[in-house]
């Protein structure tokens, strides 16, 4: 019995997963006037979800589109174009990805043509450089050859450093580039129209954070995020939520991370019990099993310099 | 009749390939090549009475993953470990680091960390006073997520080019009298794989990384490490060892483009 049903979940889940497939237009939603969000699945990405695990999204002015992240393969860029495309036919004149991870930037090709400038932090190409074969060589054992054969990996050729304001017709922008936080190339982008915040994976709801940068650096960037004149946040992962409300779970957990890691070198731990750290978090965040230990590891590395 | 030439033809055309695939118990695994390469395919005796390797069985951080090598021979053993070489096969630079003991430091733990590209088998190979090397290994897997064997901030290490650091760790369970220390040196060091190729100019960035490291009790050496890209940045070796009674610490690094790092420190000879 135990096995039938495990074939039939089994079926269930390549239906489901061709399906997905073969649809063409990314689920997206309106959360407030010409912006619109697909929110990733909570997860790794995988073969069966095509990558698609960080939300992405689309901004549209008078004259033009901003496509905001591109998602985790170019299938998925393709079906957020199709979005797009199902609601309007102005030009796609900017891509702008928030940092370099592969759920935010594997879907660039699907947007690459003559007009379409994409836009990044000026650490970003540097970063893309080092990592984007790396990436393609790491995903493919979980995602596979279909979907990773056809990923490009596409740096940024508008960089920003300090602020930079583009103009969508009547819509302005305004694209901020961070010291290194959740990665040494995050970039926010607010809209002055409707005060919504698009923060990347500067801002992690449900899915727990995942420190790639500096966790001091982190830290330091959250009052000043908070500051931002935004009545709502688009995080990386997680779902759309008040703004600044929607920072208090990351605060206390990398506050919980630094703290306990900071005990541990005290201490004379060695790196290897790291994982320990933030353990008090485990209850409050999906995949912290995934992306604690990897935290504390990078984190006592900086720490141990202080 | 055929028979003949025709294999001597294949073997000929396998030794000039290298490892001979139909010899190897599978043909994908690098082991043997490397055995050729870097031990110059000297015999391998199993390892497991003479040193113990211990990593975590998933690489959590590709650029930051620990591992410790422990000697195991007993006090009655006469044998004493000259060297370890750590190789992590599959990495573009498998050989990680020889660790060369102090003949008189009685070096009993190494810690270090290291890059793990993907996943693979990690080896650790002793050399003992006896002129026979001893393996044994661990299985890693590689990193999942956006975890990469790169740097994460890539300015931060080279900010801190050449600090050092040390610092002597109390031991559990040892009093001063044994002469027991555990100790740490940390340098700053991108310690750059060269491995990224720059967009614009499609060339190469030169890898830039600390070569050798060595350290001494007073005048007598404790250990040194030969490297390579695949120890992490900021490379760190924490490591047991028993005090001569030595009143200074000394510590020289020396890097692919030429820098040498010295420092010195007076030992705590209070065992903590």
Sequence with gaps: MARVAWIAAALMMSVTATARAQQRELPVTSIADGIFVHTGVTAQMTRENDGAIANVGFIEGDDAIAVIDTGGSVREGRQLLAAIRARTNKPIRYVINTHGHPDHVF???????????FVGHTNLPRTLAARGKFYLDAFRRTMGDELIDEVRIVPPTLLVSGTLKLDLGRRPLVLRAWSAAHSDSDLTVFDEKTKTLFAGDLVFLAHTPVLDGSIRGWLGTLDELAALPAQRVVPGHGP????????????RYLQTLASDVRGLVKSGKPIATAGTAAGSERSRWELFDDFNTRNATAAFSEIEWE | MLGSPLRSFVVAGLLL?????????????PWPGLVQDIFNNRPMNDGSDVIAIEMPGRAEDAAIVPVTLRTKLSPADSRQVRNITLVIDQNPAPMAAKFQLGPDARVSEISTRVRVNNYGDVHAVAELSDGQLYMVKTYVKASGGCSAPAAKVADESKNRLGQMRYRQFEKAGEGPASGTREAQIMIGHPNNSGLQMDQVTQLYTPAFFVNELRLWQDDSPVLSMEGGISISED????????????????????????HVFEREWKTDNSGT
Excluded: C, H, M
């Design chain 1, 107 to 117: 879907g660039n090709g699907a947007f690459v043509q003559d007009g379409t400038i």
């Design chain 1, 240 to 251: 759309v939520s008040e703004w600044p409300a929607a920072l208090a779970d990351e605060r």
């Design chain 2, 17 to 29: 390939l290298g490892t001979p695939p139909a010899l190897a118990a599978d043909a994908n695994d």
């Design chain 2, 235 to 258: 490379p760190n070796i924490r490591f047991t060892y028993v005090s001569n009674g030595a009143k200074r610490f000394r510590a020289e690094a020396k890097d692919t483009e030429g």
